[in-house]
């Protein structure tokens, strides 16, 4: 973690992830109209909620509010998931990047490569299963400061984008699989209900 980030990370006070069964997570979110100091600040704590939580990506779902932002760092991960970015066709640093904040993302696959990876989510902890989705995206999404992002990924930034997106529109990654493997995880998902709605 950089020093600013550190820095942050001492101010800010985490915030509650909310499990499976809790109404935000299949509300589809509004759109951010005005990027103002409430917006920045719920960034700020949603970034530090994620690196607490040891997630590479966190929607602003996953903390109760159903609007279209999300928070990713892919950079803890890249030993083991590498990922890969590009603008204007020149491939970017990655680290410039991160961590991001996607505002009002717009995602689009690019070419017809797609691949299984074992994908899991912070409100879902302990649930962990392949999920096939496209290799390379177009990701275009305003900055924190309502800059326009227009770029193209691969590998965990890709996967990471696209799992956010789902969730700014009330999907969840199990939404992806057979209903077969789903099946498999209704026990967990019953206790995850359980405890969202004890009545
Ligand atoms: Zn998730």
Redesign the pocket.
């Given at each position: 973690m950089s020093r600013l980030k550190q820095k942050k990370a001492a101010q800010i006070k985490p915030l509650e992830v909310v499990k499976y069964g809790h109404p935000a997570l299949r509300s589809k979110g509004k759109k951010v109209e005005k990027i103002d100091d409430s917006i920045r600040a719920l960034a700020e704590e949603m970034i530090v909620t994620m690196y607490e939580e040891d997630g590479c990506?966190l929607?602003a779902h996953?903390v109760g509010r159903s609007i279209q932002m999300a928070v990713i760092d892919v950079m803890p991960a890249f030993e083991d998931r590498p990922s890969r970015a590009w603008m204007n066709g020149r491939e970017l640093e990655l680290e410039s990047l991160m961590p991001l904040v996607m505002i009002n993302p717009e995602i689009h696959p690019v070419g017809e490569e797609r691949s299984f990876e074992v994908e899991g989510?912070?409100?879902?902890p302990g649930l962990h299963d392949e999920v096939e989705r496209p290799d390379r995206v177009r990701i275009v999404c305003q900055d924190i400061d309502g800059s326009v992002l227009d770029f193209e990924a691969e590998g965990l930034l890709s996967r990471a984008a696209q799992?956010?997106y789902d969730?700014l529109h009330g999907i969840?990654?199990i939404d992806h699989l057979s209903p077969e493997d789903r099946e498999t995880h209704q026990p967990l998902l019953r206790k995850f209900q359980a405890k969202a709605s004890p009545f």
């Amino acid at each position: 973690m950089s020093r600013l980030k550190q820095k942050k990370a001492a101010q800010i006070k985490p915030l509650e992830v909310v499990k499976y069964g809790h109404p935000a997570l299949r509300s589809k979110g509004k759109k951010v109209e005005k990027i103002d100091d409430s917006i920045r600040a719920l960034a700020e704590e949603m970034i530090v909620t994620m690196y607490e939580e040891d997630g590479c990506g966190l929607a602003a779902h996953q903390v109760g509010r159903s609007i279209q932002m999300a928070v990713i760092d892919v950079m803890p991960a890249f030993e083991d998931r590498p990922s890969r970015a590009w603008m204007n066709g020149r491939e970017l640093e990655l680290e410039s990047l991160m961590p991001l904040v996607m505002i009002n993302p717009e995602i689009h696959p690019v070419g017809e490569e797609r691949s299984f990876e074992v994908e899991g989510c912070l409100s879902m902890p302990g649930l962990h299963d392949e999920v096939e989705r496209p290799d390379r995206v177009r990701i275009v999404c305003q900055d924190i400061d309502g800059s326009v992002l227009d770029f193209e990924a691969e590998g965990l930034l890709s996967r990471a984008a696209q799992h956010e997106y789902d969730h700014l529109h009330g999907i969840l990654f199990i939404d992806h699989l057979s209903p077969e493997d789903r099946e498999t995880h209704q026990p967990l998902l019953r206790k995850f209900q359980a405890k969202a709605s004890p009545f």
